[in-house]
């Protein structure tokens, strides 16, 4: 199966800016995109963003557009979340997730669409 594991979290102020990896290793085969889901204390799974294997299309929860970036390497097999301005609400564990089976009809932002998750890395934003 695939491998995902996610890193780059941490403790920062409001304002400040941080970039989460998610790295990606197994099997070759087809991939159709990686996408990045968050969950705060008490609360549900929340999607963030989304990216198609190749990189042409992104998705970005209302939440978070205009602030945070998703990209990916694709010969490194590695997707990045480049987060600014952030703020307490931004606090949360964030996962990353990798679709390949599931069918192209689902949203990236349906939890249901990705076959496989990392452990998580915590972000934390101080007022």
């Known amino acids: 199966q695939v491998h995902v594991v996610e890193s780059g979290g941490g403790l920062v102020q409001a304002g400040a800016s941080l970039t989460l990896s998610c790295a990606a290793s197994?099997?070759?085969?087809?991939?159709?995109?990686m996408g990045w889901f968050r969950q705060a204390p008490g609360q549900g799974r929340e999607f963030v963003a989304g990216?198609?294997?190749?990189?042409?299309?992104?998705y970005y929860a209302d939440s978070v557009k205009g602030r945070f970036t998703i990209s990916r390497d694709n010969a490194e097999n590695t997707m990045y979340l480049q987060m600014n301005s952030l703020k307490p609400a931004d606090t949360a564990v964030y996962y990353c997730?990798?679709?390949?089976?599931?069918?192209?009809?689902?949203?990236?932002?349906?939890?249901?669409?990705?076959?496989?998750w990392g452990q998580g890395t915590q972000v934390t934003v101080s007022s």
């Open positions: 997730g990798v679709r390949q089976f599931s069918p192209s009809s689902l949203s990236f932002a349906d939890y249901r669409a990705y076959d496989y």
């Open positions: 197994g099997p070759t085969g087809v991939r159709l995109g």
């Open positions: 990216i198609t294997w190749s990189g042409d299309s992104t």
